[in-house]
């Protein structure tokens, strides 16, 4: 099975602010990572696919990047809308496999 | 608008037998794998199980192998998780979600339903 990674486990930051999630699997998958954003109570909605590809609809602060075995997420400038937790996704190969998540709160 | 509700949750004992289902609207469901993910209290994602688009080819997480069968009818516009022999720690919400074979990935979800085993 492919482990995944993530840091930090959590990050406070401001409003403006640039942030950066780092996701790492275990062996090479490619440029097969999706990322999440779960807000409390809430189902998770998808923000990236295919390691970079922007969901449509999602605001463009949001991008990611990387392949292989190392990946980014960053928001370029923090919206309150943003506090949130994040999670990477390897689609790869079965079982299916979800890095244990970043929150981002407010500082 | 492409939705997903899930029902049939609840609270049952360990070693009980519980059946959610998933009610698609919005999109044609033959079209698509489907999947559900839980999520534990206070815990991360974890997917679950697959199904392709006519139910011939299935895929589970070890944990649930042999105990869980997913499950689809397409006429009704449905999925389906039957949940046997659940154990204490299959404590989560479930949730049913779209799953695209295209880039490996689960857009949309739905709201989830909450499973409690407990006695």
């Known amino acids: 099975d492919i482990q995944m990674t993530q840091s930090p486990s959590s990050v406070s930051a401001s409003v403006g602010d640039r942030v950066t999630i780092t996701c790492r699997a275990s062996?090479?998958?490619?440029?097969?990572l999706a990322w999440y954003q779960q807000k409390p109570g809430k189902a998770p909605k998808l923000l990236i696919y295919v390691a970079s590809n922007l969901q449509s609809g999602v605001p463009s602060r949001f991008s990611g990047s990387g392949s292989g075995t190392d990946f980014t997420l960053t928001i370029s400038s923090l919206q309150p809308e943003d506090f949130a937790s994040y999670y990477c996704?390897?689609?790869?190969?079965?079982?299916?496999?979800f890095g244990p998540g970043t929150k981002v709160d407010i500082k | 608008e492409v939705q997903l509700v899930e029902s049939g949750g609840g609270l049952v004992q360990p070693g009980g037998s519980l059946r959610l289902s998933c009610a698609a609207s919005g999109f044609t469901l033959s079209s698509y794998w489907m999947s559900w993910v839980r999520q534990a209290p206070g815990k991360g994602l974890e997917w679950v199980a697959n199904?392709?688009?006519?139910?011939?080819?299935?895929y589970y997480v070890d944990s649930v192998k042999g105990r869980f069968t997913i499950s689809r009818d397409n006429a009704k516009n449905s999925l389906y998780l039957q949940m046997n022999s659940l154990r204490v720690e299959d404590t989560a919400v479930y949730y049913c979600?779209?799953?695209?074979?295209?880039?490996?990935?689960?857009?949309?979800w739905g709201q989830g339903t909450l499973v409690t085993v407990s006695s």
């Open positions: 996704q390897q689609a790869n190969s079965f079982p299916l496999t």
């Open positions: 062996q090479g998958i490619s440029s097969w």
């Open positions: 199904i392709n688009q006519d139910g011939s080819d299935k």
């Open positions: 979600a779209r799953y695209s074979s295209s880039w490996g990935g689960f857009d949309p």
